[in-house]
């Protein structure tokens, strides 16, 4: 038999404590993340805003109890901050329909057609080598353009 069904009470409510110290932060911050995919990262600073309101209204005898809010209040944020730098969070897609171009086709086709026409058009696709210079002072080899080794070229 394990613990939870033979503990005492004292047993039992440390056990309960130890769980809730390892798990529950685990636990919010995959919550968190959920909550981001379906409902967007806004939702993650609505949701922030709202503990924080919660945990400032709550109340208890308990002694240490302002001090056991200003922890929570600081355990919150932390999770909303790892959660918005976590890789596994999630942007928005942009709105294709923001991209298209006024008038652009949707058929296959002609988009085909002019994307071969605009690269008829723009044949050749780079302009021919430029003749290069160097400002290095002191000679070296002499650079000549492209025209000049084709006629030496030639007349070997």
Same mark, same amino acid.
Not at 26 to 29: A, D, E, T, V
Not at 37 to 43: D, F, I, M, T
Not at 61 to 70: G, I, N
Not at 133 to 137: E, L, Y
């Given at each position: 038999? =394990?613990?939870? !069904? !033979? $503990?005492?009470?004292?047993e039992l409510e440390a056990i309960r404590l130890q769980a809730i110290k390892h798990f529950g932060p685990?636990?919010? !911050?995959e919550v968190l993340l959920r909550l981001c @995919? +379906?409902? $967007?990262? &806004?939702?993650l600073d609505r949701f922030e805003k709202a503990m924080v309101e919660k945990i400032e209204q709550s109340s208890s %005898?308990?002694? %240490?109890? #302002? %001090?056991?809010? &200003?922890f929570a209040t600081e355990q919150l944020y932390a999770c909303v901050r790892e959660v918005k730098s976590s890789p596994d969070m999630t942007h928005p897609? &942009? #709105?294709?329909? =923001? @991209?298209r171009t006024q008038g652009r086709s949707e058929q =296959?086709?002609?988009l085909e057609d002019q994307l071969q026409e605009g690269l008829e058009d723009s044949f050749p696709a780079s302009d021919p080598p430029a003749v290069v210079? =160097? +400002?290095?002072?002191g000679g070296g080899k002499k650079l000549v353009g492209t025209d000049e080794v084709l006629r030496k070229l030639r007349k070997e």
């Open positions: 038999m =394990t613990k939870l !069904q !033979q $503990g005492s009470h004292e685990m636990m919010l !911050q @995919r +379906a409902c $967007g990262p &806004e939702s %005898d308990c002694s %240490d109890f #302002d %001090d056991m809010k &200003e897609l &942009e #709105d294709i329909k =923001t @991209r =296959t086709d002609t210079s =160097t +400002a290095i002072p």
